[in-house]
């Protein structure tokens, strides 16, 4: 993932109710990435594939191929903002999106934030490992205020600022 990308996963609200609160206690706020253990694929046990399902992310994104060939992965060709589908058989196993903060991104959050109200999905910021509502301006305040939207506004400050944290650490 680049660090302009502003990554999240969608899961099933009922899911998310059932499980926020032992999620969340789980794990601290570096831990919250798919590289360090966050595993989506029980929030979409029994969530089938479905032709509905692909149709409605073909209107948000156009289709793309991805390099895995049993993903289903949608790219824009205005950022390099994707989605990612991930099935485990014929079931979904995660959803996740990532969004191009260098440049105007509103239309896609808007449309990603309706997909997820109409299909009853959350949204998880794994950044800082949060639950955010589905909806336009929750998803949009999340993304401001991640380390990617520090990046796009000032790249040369987001690492000379990253260089005195690492510093510091010594």
């Known amino acids: 993932m680049a660090i302009w990308q502003f990554h999240f996963d969608l ?19 570096d831990e919250w990435d798919n590289e360090n253990g966050w595993d989506p694929s029980p929030a979409w046990a029994g969530h089938s594939i479905d032709d509905n399902l692909l149709k409605e992310l073909d209107e948000i994104l156009p289709r793309s191929k991805h390099w895995s060939p ?19 058989g014929s ?6 999106v990532r969004l191009d903060l260098r440049g105007d991104v509103r239309e896609l959050i808007s449309d990603i934030s309706a997909f997820a109200v109409q299909r009853q ?12 509502k589905a909806d336009a301006p929750s998803l949009a305040e999340y993304a401001t205020q991640s380390r990617a ?7 040369s400050g987001y690492i000379a600022d990253l260089a005195k ?4 650490r010594e």
């Open 91 to 96: 079931d979904i196993d995660s959803l996740s």
């Open 11 to 29: 899961l099933p609200r009922d899911w998310v109710a059932a499980n926020r609160d032992k999620i969340v206690a789980t794990k601290s706020d």
């Open 165 to 168: 944290e690492l510093d510091d």
């Open 149 to 155: 939207a520090s990046f796009a506004k000032n790249p």
């Open 121 to 132: 999905y959350e949204l998880f910021a794994t950044e800082v490992g949060k639950f955010c």
């Open 70 to 88: 049993e993903c289903y992965y949608w790219k824009s060709h205005q950022h390099d903002s994707d989605i990612t589908l991930s099935p485990n």
